[in-house]
Every structure is written in C-alpha cells, then in structure tokens.
C-alpha cells in the first residue's frame, strides 16, 4: 500500500452546523476554500504556513502561524483536519465573548501551563509586530513595542505575581471597552 494517499472524509454537515456557529452554506463555502488548498482533507504546520503568510505580504508571518497552528486540536498528528479547523475558526470569529477569550488566552499561552508568562505575551506579540509589517505608520521600534507590552502586561497581571491567568485576562478585558469592540470584529462576514 505504498504511495497511496489516505484523504480524510470530515462529517456530515449537520452535525458540524450543530458543532458550530456557521449556517449550511457557509461551511460549504469554507470547505470548498478548505478542499482547494488541502486536497487530502488534512493541512499539516507547513502547509498551514504557505496558505497563512499568503494573507500577509507585507511583514513575516510565519512565526504567528506557528502559534495560531498550535491552537488547533489535532490530537498529536500534528495535521488539522477540516472539522478542527472549522470549530476553531466557530469559537475565534463566531463564538462568545468568553470564547473567543479561551481562544485568545489559549494562543498566547505557548506552554500549556493554564498561564501567560511575560516572555510568552513578548513573542507573540512581536510575531504580530512581524507579521503586520516594520513599515506600518507611524513606524514602532523593538523597543517602543517591547515598552508597550510591558505596560500591558502590568495593566493585565492584577496580582503582580508575573503571570497572567485566564480569570486576570477576562476581567482585564471586559473592563476595556476598546478590546470588547475589537472582539466584535471578530466576527466573519463569509
């Protein structure tokens, strides 16, 4: 059975409109997107990659893929099949403000650990800074973005034991009528 390729069949759409937050028509949409850039049904990290860095040319975004790929449960193949990309994407664009936190809280947290250390808030915030481009305007430094997320990270760590835990980060949140908003935007118009 060498060379044969094994395609991943996902499930049927009712039960991922159940899962989910998207209508019918939608997850036809997303799936025919899906099936183009993944033909066998499964993208693995460097794949993910490719397709990820195409939406952003002007800056490196490949480091910020790595984490967003690490969200995503794949119970250890390390391939994302179409229904976990699909309930990942449901929870970051459609999900509740709560959700979409869990999603958040669940990028930056790096390690696993349940909470977000300083250096791991630092990288992926400078892989966003990388990602979106050293040409932006008004133009930001390392160092002036690297001030910023300290300031941030303060503001976060209610206790100031140099960890942020998801409990810290909600509260910090909802009380910031800005970053409610932006959750907002989250949402897909597909």
């Known amino acids: 059975m060498f060379g044969k390729t094994t395609r991943h069949r996902p499930e049927e759409l009712k ?10 028509k ?3 949409l997303i799936y025919r997107g899906f099936k183009q850039e993944c033909p066998n049904g ?7 990659k490719e397709i990820f860095v195409q939406f952003f040319p002007q800056g490196d975004a490949s480091q910020y893929a790595h984490y967003v790929f690490k969200t995503f449960k794949n119970g250890g193949t390390g391939t994302i099949k179409f229904e976990d990309f699909l309930q990942s994407l449901s929870q ?18 790096l390690n696993g650990d349940g909470y977000i250390s300083k250096s791991e808030m ?12 050293r040409h932006a305007a008004p133009a930001v430094d390392d160092q002036t ?14 206790n100031h034991d140099g960890l942020i835990t998801f409990e810290e980060l909600s509260q910090w949140c909802t009380r910031e009528e800005r ?12």
Not at 42 to 48: G, I, K, L, M, T
Not at 92 to 109: N, P, V
Not at 179 to 184: A, N, P, Q, R, Y
């Open 179 to 190: 970053f409610v908003k932006s959750l907002g935007m989250l949402d897909t118009v597909l």
């Open 122 to 133: 630092t990288s992926v915030a400078m892989a966003i800074f990388d990602m979106l481009g």
């Open 26 to 28: 939608e997850i036809q």
């Open 42 to 48: 499964v993208v693995d990290e460097q794949s993910f």
């Open 92 to 109: 970051a664009s459609r999900g509740t403000i709560q959700e979409k936190l869990r999603w958040i809280f669940g990028l930056y947290d």
């Open 15 to 24: 039960s991922l409109e159940r899962s989910t937050k998207f209508t019918r």
């Open 145 to 158: 973005a690297s001030k910023h997320i300290d300031q941030i990270f303060h503001k976060i760590d209610a």
